[in-house]
């Protein structure tokens, strides 16, 4: 397949600024048009963030994360006794703690906090496009118009963690600089294993594909034929070595990004982590656990909530054992270990079991609709789940908080939002199965030193 030309590719690394424009005007509807003496837009902020749908976790933490203080994260805050996050921590890993003061500045609002926040991760989403086409030329378009940009770029801080992911791919699969793809299997592999540990840096899910990539290294790459020289010279299929070396650099790099604010500031480091653990299931983590189980995943019920604390890691662990063995087991029938669907699986595994799912995790998973060659009607059935829950959360609440009836008998919010909580569910089961038995849109691009025959071996006529 041909690679898009410059002037495609600018083309539609601009049809992504728009969208991302788009997604910008969005979560501006809820600022201003007065600010109250700590920031806050006003009038009727509460009531409009749900009512009119424009809710951003970005605009929503100016108060209360001390980031309207301008406190760099970590270094001197911590968690009070009743969970409260003080002196500058935020709820997330390091690296975005550092993307939310930057964007917090110059603000002196929660208007121009978002604003900031949207001009330091606008870049981030760019680079995605422009990966993305590389990688799959105009299949990139599912992220550059795809609804999740607008409705969560935005949201929350998470299209630098998609740009590492994503990156992770590009490097694998094509190298970098001259070399490109030619570069030796394990330069690739540790690259792209760095590449995924910035991004747990930045959101901890993209941690999980080191596993896959980890035994795609050990299968031997594409289809066994980018073995090092060393490891085929000794008649051995598994490259051991190079395996450990990409779990080290994944490690390495988490280390090395972490270490500097523990030494600094142990207490509000250890902290963001606490505030994840002791998280209940409620109506903020917006999971299966949450609404399949209410009225018992009450806040008050420590018996549910205890449970919850060991059924779902246990769960999502059991999905991604599951789909590293259904990966391998094709890879005893094709050759090659599929790393990027088995990735696709396991993200969806954790999607669905984990005790939070909060609606841009969209944006996780959108990159994987371009990179696997799975039907259409899977993508359009998982964008209107997904508008269903992204919408029919907002306004089911700010009926509830109105205090107007809001059970599914009483109106299309509710059964919009019980649409969406469950189509996507029972979408992401489908999506684990689907992803797994896809191709993906390199599987056609041997790397050129995989597509040098062997000395003494006949050229082979297969297509």
Same mark, same amino acid.
């Given at each position: ?77 911590? %968690?009070?006794?009743?969970?409260? $996050? ?48 590389? @990688? ?102 598994? +490259?051991?070595?190079?395996? %450990? ?36 299931? +409620? ?16 806040? +008050? ?9 060991? %059924? ?38 954790? @999607? $669905? ?18 990179? @696997? ?23 089911? $609440? ?32 489908? @999506? ?32």
């Amino acid at each position: 397949m041909r690679a898009l030309t410059r002037y495609a590719l600018a083309f539609l690394v601009l049809i992504s600024g728009v969208t991302l424009f788009l997604g910008y005007a969005n979560k501006a509807r809820c600022t201003g048009p007065e600010f109250d003496q700590f920031g806050r837009s006003q009038p009727d902020y509460k009531e409009r963030i749900d009512g009119d749908v424009c809710y951003s976790d970005i605009q929503h933490l100016w108060l209360g994360r001390d980031i309207d203080q301008h406190v760099f994260p970590y270094l001197s805050g911590g %968690i009070t006794e009743d969970g409260q $996050l003080v002196g500058g921590v935020v709820e997330y890993p390091v690296l975005s703690g550092l993307l939310i003061w930057a964007g917090a500045l110059f603000a002196s609002n929660d208007a121009q906090f978002l604003l900031g926040s949207a001009l330091v991760m606008a870049p981030f989403g760019l680079l995605t496009a422009w990966l993305l086409g590389q @990688l799959a030329r105009w299949r990139a378009l599912v992220w550059a118009l795809g609804p999740p940009i607008v409705l969560y770029a935005f949201h929350n801080w998470d299209l630098p963690v998609v740009a590492c992911a994503v990156a992770a791919v590009y490097v694998l699969q094509r190298g970098w600089g001259r070399a490109g793809p030619d570069r030796p299997l394990i330069d690739r592999a540790v690259a792209a294993s760095v590449l995924l540990g910035l991004g747990f840096a930045f959101k901890v899910y993209p941690g999980i594909f080191v596993l896959p990539l980890m035994l795609y290294v050990l299968s031997g790459g594409y289809r066994g034929r980018e073995l090092p020289a060393d490891v085929a010279a000794r008649g051995s299929r598994w +490259d051991v070595v190079g395996t %450990i070396k990409v779990a080290l650099a994944a490690m390495v790099t988490v280390v090395a990004v972490n270490l500097p604010f523990a030494v600094l500031g142990y207490e509000g480091w250890l902290a963001s982590f606490e505030f994840q653990g002791n998280r209940f299931v +409620d109506v903020t983590t917006n999971s299966i656990w949450y609404w399949g189980f209410r009225p018992w995943s009450n806040n +008050d019920n420590a018996g549910f909530q205890g449970a919850m604390d060991v %059924i779902s890691p246990a769960a999502v662990l059991l999905s991604f054992v599951l789909a590293c063995w259904l990966g391998w087991r094709r890879m005893q029938r094709d050759g090659t270990f599929p790393w990027i669907q088995v990735s696709a699986a396991m993200l969806c595994g954790f @999607l $669905l079991l984990h005790k939070v799912h909060s609606p841009q995790y969209a944006l996780w998973l959108l990159p994987f609709f371009v990179l @696997l060659r799975i039907r259409w009607e899977w993508i359009a059935a998982y964008f209107v789940a997904d508008l269903a829950i992204g919408i029919g959360i907002f306004r089911w $609440l700010y009926i509830t908080n109105q205090g107007l009836p809001s059970t599914i008998y009483d109106g299309f919010a509710p059964q919009a939002l019980m649409i969406g909580v469950w189509g996507r569910a029972a979408l992401l089961v489908a @999506l684990f199965f689907v992803f797994l038995a896809a191709r993906s849109t390199v599987d056609h691009e041997v790397p050129p030193r995989a597509r040098r025959p062997r000395r003494g071996a006949a050229p082979s006529m297969s297509g």
